[in-house]
């Protein structure tokens, strides 16, 4: 829009009156009903599963899944059900999870008036699905300016019912996942509807003991530092491209190449690329993935570089899953963890996403710290797997923007860097 409307002589005067009238945010909401805000959720994450889980059921957790298409919990007797014939029922079961059974019954476009629709819940923890009737729930969450919450909102949204033993392996309390892929009926897809906000979110994953933060719909990401720092407009300046991958909502993104201290890794042509007709290969985020997890012919060169690199490093021994351990002491540490060779993931543009030692090494124990990446094999059994899983030890302390509209993303880089980190977002109530 053109800020001084000159390009829009027949601009209604009424509309340009409400316009002028109008503080910035309530004219989305659009119907007189309260001003549209983003809504702001504490992300808390658990200790023995590294998960990551909002409180947006009433106060109840659901584990974040960026993969995850639907929002599912399990319901009370007597919860609504969706009629089989409405578009939503169809939505809901166009991302069915592989080798998930059909019940027969409950299909989307039955005309027969008492069928109600059923859908097909994923834990992408422990790779088990189930099925369950689709449904209404209340959610909520605080308003915010980006700051502070501001007052609380609440929110139908749809999901899905789920058997009790669906929560196996995910967090003790939890109850239930929130798909945030970019597939209509994730959590950032309902919010943007419901609130008629922006549809994108921001996410701060904190490290071990912290909170860390998520701004669904838009606007501005404050943390506290020596002085409040905003985020999110930066991300949105420079923001990359996502990749569409067909087969799934998931976050896939163009990666051109790894370099360990500067120095370009060797590896085979194209195998970043994302196969868009397989939906294999690729680069994504995941959020259920604790360490980056590589395909052996790049987790091979990346594992071999690092090794050289800290061969003076007297080495511990190795702490499964990892194979490549050291003597926490034998590096000197600096504001972003040990000082070690940088890894850097070549982005569009020939931008980087820095991995210093906090992002590449984790602790184990008092004095260990491995290499916190994870071979993922080659072969059969990952022939329909991404090239690289972006874990979230790599995305704590980072800023990460979803732009579900314009299909960009931005990461911050790592926090600590700029001395704040996802744990200083001020969840003291603000007044706006
Ligand atoms: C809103 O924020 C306050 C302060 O952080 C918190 O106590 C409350 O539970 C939040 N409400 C919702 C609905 O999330
Ligand atoms: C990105 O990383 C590569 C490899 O380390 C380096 O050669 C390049 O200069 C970096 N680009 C920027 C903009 O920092």
Same mark, same amino acid.
């Given at each position: ?5 000159? %390009?829009? /002589? +027949? ?7 409400? @316009? =002028?009238? #109008?503080? &910035?945010?309530?004219? $989305? !909401? ?123 909102? %609440?929110? /139908? +949204? ?7 033993? @669906? =929560?196996? #392996?995910? &967090?003790?309390?939890? $109850? !239930? ?140 021994? &190795? ?114």
């Amino acid at each position: 829009m053109s800020p001084h409307g000159s %390009s829009s /002589p +027949a601009l209604p005067l009424l509309v340009l009156s409400l @316009l =002028l009238l #109008s503080p &910035p945010g309530t004219l $989305a !909401g659009g119907d007189g009903s309260p001003p549209s805000r983003p809504i702001v959720t504490p992300i808390s994450k658990d200790g023995s599963t590294s998960l990551y889980t909002i409180p947006v059921k009433g106060g109840a957790p659901l584990v974040l899944d960026l993969a995850g298409p639907l929002v599912w919990s399990p319901c009370q007797p007597g919860h609504r059900t969706v009629p089989c014939k409405s578009s939503v029922c169809t939505v809901a079961n166009r991302n069915h999870p592989a080798n998930c059974a059909y019940t027969g019954t409950g299909q989307p476009g039955s005309p027969d008036p008492s069928c109600a629709c059923t859908a097909y819940p994923y834990n992408p923890a422990s790779g088990q699905c189930g099925s369950g009737d689709l449904t209404k729930v209340p959610l909520s969450a605080n308003a915010t300016d980006g700051r502070n919450p501001l007052f609380p909102v %609440s929110f /139908p +949204a749809y999901a899905a019912c789920a058997p009790d033993g @669906l =929560l196996a #392996s995910l &967090p003790a309390g939890a $109850a !239930g996942v929130a798909g945030l892929s970019r597939q209509p009926l994730s959590l950032p897809s309902q919010v943007a509807s419901r609130l008629k906000v922006a549809k994108q979110f921001a996410l701060c994953l904190a490290g071990d003991g912290q909170t860390g933060a998520a701004i669904f719909g838009g606007g501005p990401f404050e943390l506290q530092a020596a002085q409040p720092m905003e985020l999110a407009e930066d991300l949105r300046k420079n923001a990359l491209p996502l990749l569409v991958n067909p087969k799934s909502g998931a976050y896939y993104f163009r990666l051109h190449g790894i370099a360990v201290n500067g120095a370009q890794l060797s590896v085979p042509a194209g195998a970043f690329d994302l196969d868009r007709r397989q939906g294999t290969g690729g680069v994504l985020f995941s959020t259920v993935t604790r360490f980056t997890t590589l395909r052996s012919d790049i987790f091979s060169p990346l594992i071999n570089a690092f090794e050289a690199l800290t061969r003076d490093v007297p080495r511990r021994k &190795p702490f499964p899953p990892f194979d490549l351990c050291f003597d926490a002491s034998g590096f000197p540490s600096t504001r972003v963890g040990p000082a070690v060779a940088n890894i850097d993931l070549m982005l569009d543009g020939g931008r980087n996403w820095t991995l210093p030692g906090a992002s590449s090494l984790v602790q184990v124990g008092g004095s260990t710290a491995c290499f916190a990446f994870q071979n993922m094999g080659f072969g059969a059994t990952v022939a329909n797997s991404p090239a690289v899983i972006i874990g979230t030890h790599q995305m704590e302390d980072n800023l990460v923007l979803f732009d579900l509209e314009k299909g960009t993303f931005g990461v911050s880089g790592l926090l600590l860097g700029r001395s704040t980190h996802c744990g200083n977002f001020n969840f003291a109530m603000g007044s706006s």
